[in-house]
């Protein structure tokens, strides 16, 4: 029988070595014992320990790019702080008010206003009339569609007409009186109708549709007179309507009684006036 020396026993163990046998692996943080040195071996098993630990993984860098949005955050983040403040500040009073930095703002550049001449006057207006009409103005091509060339406007235009006796046009020998001075005769001229006055607060634009062309068109070359076309037209049409609505003869019913009134208060118990034919 062979015998077994004492050079292969393992060191770390109490248990013989046999020949053939494979040593066992010693695990991370296991224990072993040992009669002869026990630092040395508890100094080896804390390295080994420390070996077989994973090495913790190395920061990452964050780059140009994550660097740009940390920066960006912060940036936001202060302005947001700040505006907080300040208007948490300005709410409690503790700041001036501060109006809109954007706000709109109208500047007036017209320059002095002036005087071209004066007129004597010398108009009784003795009725008026308002009116209101919606101009439908259309401007197109034959044989074209509308959606590509086609400019249509609906306005609602309000305005109102004078209609007047213009007592300058009294001639000589116009005024006839008894040699009692009761009775008196006056001749005046027909009333006459003013020119069409457009009320801007109650006129307005209701509708509008162009086509593709006419866009394109007033990006480059726009009308500016297209409006006061419109405005013209409406003029035309509340004319015309004033003089079927009677309004002259509401004048001259005004006129006889104003007449009336005036010369009675000076002694005439006869009055009597008379209008040209228009």
């Not at 630990?53 to 790019?65: E, K, L, N, Q, S």
């Not at 480059?220 to 309004?247: H, M, T, W």
């Amino acid at each position: 029988m062979a015998r077994t020396d004492d050079t292969n026993q393992d060191p770390n163990t109490t248990m013989p070595k046999m020949p053939g046998m494979p040593v066992p692996r010693r695990q991370s943080g296991e224990q072993f014992r040992t009669a002869e040195l026990p630092e040395v071996a508890q100094r080896v098993i804390d390295r080994e320990s420390v070996e077989d630990r994973p090495a913790p993984a190395p920061d990452r860098p964050y780059g140009f790019g994550g660097r740009l949005m940390r920066g960006l955050f912060w940036l936001v983040a202060t302005i947001g702080l700040v505006v907080a403040l300040v208007l948490g500040a300005q709410g409690l009073g503790l700041l001036p008010h501060f109006g809109n930095p954007f706000q709109q703002k109208a500047t007036d550049r017209t320059g002095p206003v002036l005087l071209k001449s004066i007129q004597d006057l010398s108009r009784f207006v003795a009725a008026e009339g308002n009116f209101e009409v919606i101009v439908d103005l259309q401007n197109n091509r034959k044989y074209v569609p509308d959606f590509l060339l086609n400019d249509r406007i609906l306005f609602v235009a309000a305005g109102s007409v004078e209609c007047y006796v213009d007592f300058a046009n009294i001639g000589q020998g116009a005024i006839t009186e008894s040699a009692d001075k009761k009775t008196v005769e006056i001749r005046l001229p027909a009333p006459a109708l003013g020119k069409p006055n457009i009320n801007n607060d109650r006129s307005r634009v209701f509708a509008q549709q162009k086509g593709l062309f006419n866009r394109i068109g007033d990006l480059f070359n726009g009308d500016p007179n297209r409006l006061q076309q419109v405005y013209q037209l409406a003029e035309e049409k509340i004319a015309a309507a004033a003089k079927e609505s009677g309004l002259t003869d509401r004048a001259q019913e005004n006129t006889r009684k104003m007449l009336d009134s005036m010369l009675r208060s000076l002694g005439y118990t006869t009055i009597s006036v008379v209008f040209a034919a228009p």
